[in-house]
């Protein structure tokens, strides 16, 4: 099992950056690969990104490409999503999620084990 918390959340202006970290706890934590999703108020969960156990493979959704980049520091069992540019339509709470798999899972029902979220909100 691995048990996950996210922090870095926080209010930003539009066009600034944050940084949201994954912590993961668990001695099998290179298994995993790591997705990131997010939920704005009234709207269903989405993709945002997701990184192989490796670090070797990312995938990201459509809308925040060349903007978001994840990474991950296995020795120290933690995923990151660094988000540049940062837009209104950003504003949501983030989730970190681990999936036992060998590729970069982009749908929910494939991982395993969920954070508890952090909260980012863009103002204009």
């Known amino acids: 099992q691995v048990q996950l918390v996210e922090s870095g959340g926080g209010l930003v202006q539009t066009g600034g950056s944050l940084r949201l970290s994954c912590a993961a706890s668990?001695?099998?934590?290179?298994?995993?690969?790591v997705g990131w999703f997010r939920q704005a108020p009234g709207k269903e969960r989405e993709f945002v990104a997701a990184?192989?156990?490796?670090?070797?493979?990312?995938d990201y959704a459509d809308s925040v490409k060349d903007r978001f980049t994840c990474s991950r520091d296995n020795a120290k069992k933690t995923v990151y999503l660094q988000m540049n540019s940062l837009k209104p339509e950003d504003t949501a709470d983030y989730y970190c999620?681990?999936?036992?798999?060998?590729?970069?899972?982009?749908?929910?029902?494939?991982?395993?084990?969920w954070g508890q979220g952090t909260q980012v909100t863009v103002s204009s």
């Open positions: 990184i192989s156990w490796s670090g070797r493979s990312t």
């Open positions: 999620a681990a999936a036992v798999s060998s590729l970069v899972p982009v749908t929910q029902i494939k991982y395993n084990y």
């Open positions: 668990g001695r099998t934590f290179t298994e995993y690969a």
